[in-house]
């Protein structure tokens, strides 16, 4: 006998318990399927974001600038000390922690929004049915009216660098750690591979980081991506672009890496090897052949601007689709397919999506980078405002990095904001806003920002893109 639901989501990260959430404040039946067992052999909802990436990292991340400035910055505060030493076991405590506390929210929400939270494996069937498997217990079919698939996505893994969970780790093994690895090895200088690199370099290790392109940070804005990259090698980060791993493999406590470069054939020894080169959607048992759901040669199931499938009343959000793997962009996926489910006028603008990565300095943009703006052949100018000039970052001892906004020429509307500097990820957020709105150079300007504040560093480089920067030499 089937259970019958106006919404079944299958998925409980970011994009499938945000959608289902939403889908219940609209008053329809919802369930919401996930099948995330941590180390402990305990279910819970929140996907990777909250069990084995953003949250955790972000807490290691916390930890290990706190302990990194202790050891190297306090003093220039008049703070006097001596032997700070890092309890790894208790810092990795703190971190479980945090995320029980977040995943058990995620199931509290579910119990105040009357979302039937379900643990195991949910199957797409044709007509909208889906096979829901208990993690123990026999399958059952769920019937809905519409269907949200928000499987997510898991790391690729190389062929020549198999996980094995101890000594060649994924995302989330580097996030175990139960001790500092003297040397470590992160293949892949993206998000993840800086992020990880940054927590364990902090804590002493002495960390290599392959990066198979000739670009850092392809993504981001040179004159950002450049400030970043001079910043992390002068933290001791050793960061070798145009090496390619060609070998890993895993010797006693060690694993000797073999990569090319433009040198020929090169090795490096390392006692912990993290490969960080991207994820994949993931969509492993998830569609029935006859569930009428459309899938692309990499993997990514088909939608359309709304998100919707090839299936009828079939939506898909988060990772497993087009667009950038981004808790927030999958969370705002989740809320407009509930929305047009529930009959309401949803949309999402994927040009002012933020991008954060949180090393230090941390690292934003949103919009254009000037290579693109320049590509397309509309003509721009550009602005810079350095932290060094910044009284608030000065009094914070972080004076690295600097704001750029790139604006159209003709109308001086906003094309793109990139951030290098303290507080970037919540600097970014006023100009997402302001690209939402479509506002100009002029705009910014003109609005008042708290004096000393980090968030001036953005006035003034508005400013500076007409060459009217206060408190820094205009060029």
């Not at 909802?45 to 910055?73: D, W, Y």
């Not at 993206?190 to 364990?200: A, N, P, T």
């Amino acid at each position: 006998m089937s259970r019958n639901f106006d919404v079944v989501v299958i998925g409980g990260g970011p994009a499938g318990y945000i959608g289902a959430i939403r889908a219940s404040q609209h008053g329809m039946k919802v369930a919401c399927i996930d099948q995330w067992v941590n180390r402990d052999g305990s279910n819970a909802f929140g996907g990777t974001c909250l069990n084995a990436g953003c949250i955790p990292s972000k807490v290691l991340l916390e930890s290990s600038e706190l302990f990194h400035r202790a050891q190297h910055e306090f003093a220039r505060h008049g703070i006097r000390h001596s032997g700070v030493t890092m309890d790894v076991a208790t810092m990795q405590s703190r971190k479980a922690s945090i995320v029980k506390q977040l995943t058990g929210g995620v199931a509290g929400l579910f119990k105040a929004g009357k979302v039937e939270g379900l643990a195991g494996h949910g199957k797409l069937l044709s007509g909208k049915k889906v096979e829901f498997t208990p993690i123990s217990g026999k399958p059952e079919i769920l019937e809905a009216r519409y269907v949200i698939l928000a499987s997510g996505s898991s790391p690729i893994e190389l062929p020549v660098a198999r996980f094995d969970g101890e000594r060649v780790v994924d995302s989330w093994g580097a996030l175990d750690f139960s001790e500092v690895p003297q040397r470590l090895g992160v293949i892949g200088a993206g998000v993840i591979g800086l992020e990880l690199g940054s927590v364990w370099s902090r804590l002493g290790a002495k960390v290599i980081v392959l990066e198979a392109m000739d670009e850092f940070l392809f993504m981001a804005d040179r004159d950002v991506a450049n400030e970043a990259s001079k910043q992390f090698r002068k933290q001791g980060i050793d960061i070798k672009l145009g090496a390619k791993m060609t070998a890993a493999k895993v010797a006693g406590k060690s694993v000797k890496v073999d990569y090319l470069d433009k040198g020929g054939a090169q090795s490096l020894e390392v006692d912990r090897l993290i490969v960080a080169v991207g994820r994949r959607p993931y969509t492993d048992g998830l569609l029935a052949d006859d569930a009428g759901v459309k899938v692309d040669a990499r993997g990514f199931i088909e939608v359309d601007k709304e998100c919707r499938t090839s299936a009828k009343g079939v939506f898909a959000v988060g990772d497993c689709v087009r667009g950038p793997m981004l808790a927030h962009k999958g969370s705002e996926e989740g809320v407009m397919a509930a929305d047009l489910i529930a009959g309401e006028i949803a949309e999402m603008n994927y040009n002012v999506i933020p991008a954060v990565i949180y090393t230090s300095p941390e690292i934003a943009w949103v919009g254009k980078t000037e290579a693109e703006v320049k590509a397309s052949g509309r003509a721009y100018k550009t602005g810079s405002f350095p932290f060094s000039a910044s009284g608030r970052a000065k009094a914070m001892e972080q004076t690295a990095g600097m704001v750029k906004i790139i604006a159209a020429k003709d109308d001086d509307e906003i094309l793109g904001v990139h951030i290098v500097g303290p507080m970037a990820g919540e600097l970014i957020s006023e100009a997402v806003l302001a690209m939402e709105f479509s506002a100009s150079t002029e705009d910014l300007q003109r609005t008042i920002h708290a004096h000393p504040s980090l968030a001036e560093a953005v006035h003034e480089a508005a400013l500076a893109v007409d060459r009217k920067a206060l408190n820094f030499p205009n060029r």
